[in-house]
T-cell receptor, first 112, second 117 residues
């Protein structure tokens, strides 16, 4: 079965430090990749997406991600985090259809 | 643009009662809507996919008689949790795909927290 893996359940980072949240998926065939952010008791907000084209994707709030087909990864990065980035981050994938499969999420905590 | 709302944002009910949750696309027409549930500190699990004017498609393990989904118009889908029990307590999130929009693009609602006593 196709799957999405977020190995890090929690990532603590000092304010203004860089961060990388890891995401791996099971197959690169017809894959479309997404990162979502969820603040407490809220729905999901799209950070960025990869559908085709350039493998480096830039999103909102200074985040970016790189599609690596050979490593089946789509890691999320930000060069300098802010307190307001504290949230849950979900990687999601579709394989040529409309169903989104979500990873288990990574809780990013920014330390002042 | 592309705003999805849910009502209510939270609901508390007694065991055995039914609860209806609405999902609306406010500024676009949604041919397809999705219902997810999210347990505390866990990921989103797709429950069902609903297409306007047709029966919903449920994921394996989801009881269609317990979670009734109606997608009667291009802007409204409803999820009714029938005879709710404490184990149904969860965060329910809907999403919508715009008619004619990219197949892989979904817009998410803010979620509804259901607590069954």
């Amino acid at each position: 079965a196709q799957s999405v893996t977020q190995l890090d359940s929690q990532v603590p980072v000092f304010e203004e430090a860089p961060v990388e949240l890891r995401c791996n998926y099971s197959s690169s065939v017809s894959v479309y990749l997404f990162w979502y952010v969820q603040y407490p008791n809220q729905g999901l907000q799209l950070l960025l997406k990869y559908l085709s084209g350039s493998t480096l994707v830039k999103g909102i709030n200074g985040f970016e991600a790189e599609f690596n087909k050979s490593q089946t990864s789509f890691h999320l990065r930000k060069p300098s985090v802010h307190i307001s980035d504290t949230a849950e981050y979900f990687c999601a994938v579709t394989w040529g259809n409309e169903k989104l499969t979500f990873g288990t999420g990574t809780r990013l905590t920014i330390i002042p | 643009g592309a705003v999805v709302s849910q009502h209510p944002s939270w609901v508390i009910c007694k065991s055995g009662t039914s609860v209806k949750i609405e999902c609306r696309s406010l500024d676009f027409q949604a041919t397809t809507m999705f219902w997810y549930r999210q347990f505390p500190k866990q990921s989103l699990m797709l429950m069902a996919t609903s297409n306007e004017g047709s029966k919903a498609t449920y994921e394996q393990g989801v009881e269609k008689d317990k979670f009734l989904i109606n997608h009667a118009s291009l802007t409204l889908s409803t999820l009714t949790v029938t005879s709710a029990h404490p184990e149904d307590s969860s965060f329910y999130i809907c999403s919508a795909r715009e008619a004619g929009g990219p197949i892989n693009e979904q817009f998410f609602g803010p979620g509804t927290r259901l607590t069954v006593l």
